[in-house]
């Protein structure tokens, strides 16, 4: 055992950087991944102001946390439609003939992805600051912990997905599409949940993206000791402990 831990931690590194290699030759998809949330922030933010009747920089300090774990949902859950693509080419099967870690190869992807997540979101926060969004400075640190963390998770489930859909690459898109914003429209990331009806509130109840919503919007308010926080940084240590098992599960099956 005093063997194997090392070495799969250094395999994940060696695993994270040949992941991070395109991103460092092409910087410019960081760029392109930030239209959606800026666009977001720039139309829906006025309107959400508009509506209840609040300042921008009110409603800021509400939305922003919302979209930062709506670009962790997307950013990591589509994640493995890159291990897809891989599978499709023949280069995932050359990197399980090497001696590198099954659990390594699952990790060092997963970890890769919340590069572009801390990216994206320092440059939306830095964007929104210019509007007025003024958030506790250890609370969005800690905030941005649990969407790695919740991010990891969730990267893994997306490779276990593209794993189990390498034969036929249509059920992935139908599961992602599926289930990606269902779970971003019950979370209250875009709209307060109590305004919905009560079907909805239930729903949202077992959704674990809701958790970290809350959790994200209590932090960057300063409010550090609420059961949000908690609950959320529970939620996300849950689905991260899942993914991960699933996918390592699916990795060492995958050839």
Request: aromatic share 10%; net charge neutral.
């Amino acid at each position: 055992m005093s063997t194997t831990v090392p070495r799969t931690l250094l395999d994940t590194v060696h695993v994270v950087s040949r992941e991070l290699r395109p991103m460092r030759r092409d910087p410019f998809q960081l760029v392109f991944a930030l239209v959606q949330p800026l666009t977001f922030l720039a139309f829906f933010g006025p309107l959400l102001s508009g509506l209840t009747g609040q300042p921008l920089s009110t409603s800021l300090q509400w939305f922003v946390p919302g979209v930062l774990a709506m670009v962790t949902l997307f950013g990591t859950g589509m994640t493995g439609s890159n291990l897809l693509y891989e599978i499709i080419q023949g280069s995932h099967e050359r990197m399980l003939v090497t001696p590198v870690s099954r659990a390594a190869l699952l990790l060092g992807r997963a970890l890769k992805e919340m590069v572009p997540v801390v990216v994206q979101a320092t440059a939306l926060c830095a964007v929104a600051w210019t509007f007025g969004f003024r958030p506790d400075a250890f609370g969005l640190l800690y905030g941005l912990v649990l969407l790695a963390v919740f991010g990891v998770g969730l990267g893994a489930l997306s490779y276990a997905l593209g794993i189990a859909a390498r034969h036929q690459d249509w059920i992935f898109w139908s599961v992602q599409q599926t289930l990606l914003f269902p779970l971003m429209l019950l979370s209250g990331i875009l709209l307060p949940l109590e305004s919905g009806p009560r079907w909805m509130q239930v729903v949202a109840a077992f959704n674990p993206l809701t958790y970290l919503v809350e959790a994200l919007r209590a932090l960057v308010d300063g409010d550090l000791a609420t059961e949000a926080v908690w609950q959320g940084g529970l939620a996300a240590v849950v689905i991260a402990s899942l993914g991960l098992g699933v996918g390592i599960r699916a990795m060492h099956r995958s050839l």
